[in-house]
């Protein structure tokens, strides 16, 4: 089967061997997800939702005739797998090579483009991202991402209050990227 997420608000997670959980994915409404068991035979994550949700279920067969005789839904979908595929890329490289801090700007800049919304001077978080969840999504641990977001606050990049939107200065995280990114070239070229 694959899903369609009509209504709400889905994460995609794995588990690592350790037992941590990690968010691979972020799915709102108009999304369909579930559909990579398909390369593999298997599930290899699970569905977790993050709100109330109404999901519909397709048989992969239903989907792949819907497709079949729909081109703009199938250029749709793989316009969507195409994203994702990026997607995993990024993450990839930015866990690899990046600091936990530089991961977390990264990970706040996406979630402001892909769920954010103009709040005066700020972006406005649609969803509540919890500090465990931005842990889970950049490998980090929860106390560490308290400690980063609090350094991000006190320069003004952020604010955020218990219970409510993460409110973000996407020029500004944009900003600090580009100064760890030089800062980093420095070190690479001094040999230090």
Same mark, same amino acid.
């Given at each position: 089967?694959?899903?369609?997420?009509?209504?709400?608000?889905?994460?995609?997670?794995? @588990?690592?061997?350790?037992? &941590?959980? =990690?968010?691979?994915?972020?799915?709102?409404? !108009? #999304?369909?997800? $579930? /559909?990579?068991?398909?390369?593999?035979?298997?599930?290899?994550?699970?569905?977790?939702?993050?709100?109330?949700?109404?999901?519909?279920?397709?048989?992969?067969?239903?989907?792949?005739?819907?497709?079949?005789?729909?081109?703009?839904?199938?250029?749709?979908?793989?316009?969507?797998?195409?994203?994702?595929?990026?997607?995993?890329?990024?993450?990839?490289?930015?866990?690899?090579?990046?600091?936990? @801090?530089?991961?977390?700007? &990264?990970? =706040?800049?996406?979630?402001?483009?892909?769920? !954010? #919304?103009?709040? $005066? /001077?700020?972006?406005?978080?649609?969803?509540?991202?919890?500090?465990?969840?931005?842990?889970?999504?950049?490998?980090?641990?929860?106390?560490?991402?308290?400690?980063?977001?609090?350094?991000?606050?006190?320069?003004?990049?952020?604010?955020?209050?218990?219970?409510?939107?993460?409110?973000?200065?996407?020029?500004?995280?944009?900003?600090?990227?580009?100064?760890?990114?030089?800062?980093?070239?420095?070190?690479?070229?001094?040999?230090?």
């Amino acid at each position: 089967s694959v899903f369609y997420l009509r209504q709400g608000f889905v994460k995609l997670t794995s @588990m690592t061997e350790d037992g &941590r959980e =990690l968010i691979l994915r972020l799915h709102q409404a !108009g #999304e369909v997800f $579930g /559909e990579l068991c398909h390369c593999t035979g298997e599930r290899r994550e699970q569905a977790v939702a993050m709100e109330e949700c109404e999901i519909v279920e397709l048989s992969f067969d239903e989907f792949v005739a819907h497709l079949q005789s729909n081109r703009p839904a199938f250029l749709l979908f793989l316009s969507n797998v195409a994203q994702q595929l990026s997607a995993a890329y990024d993450q990839i490289q930015t866990l690899s090579f990046n600091s936990t @801090m530089e991961r977390l700007v &990264r990970t =706040l800049g996406r979630l402001a483009d892909e769920f !954010g #919304e103009p709040d $005066g /001077e700020w972006i406005r978080l649609t969803h509540y991202f919890r500090q465990d969840d931005l842990a889970q999504m950049i490998g980090a641990r929860r106390e560490v991402v308290s400690t980063l977001l609090n350094q991000l606050r006190e320069q003004g990049l952020i604010n955020y209050a218990r219970k409510d939107g993460l409110l973000l200065r996407r020029a500004g995280l944009d900003r600090f990227l580009v100064s760890a990114e030089k800062s980093s070239a420095s070190l690479n070229e001094s040999g230090v």
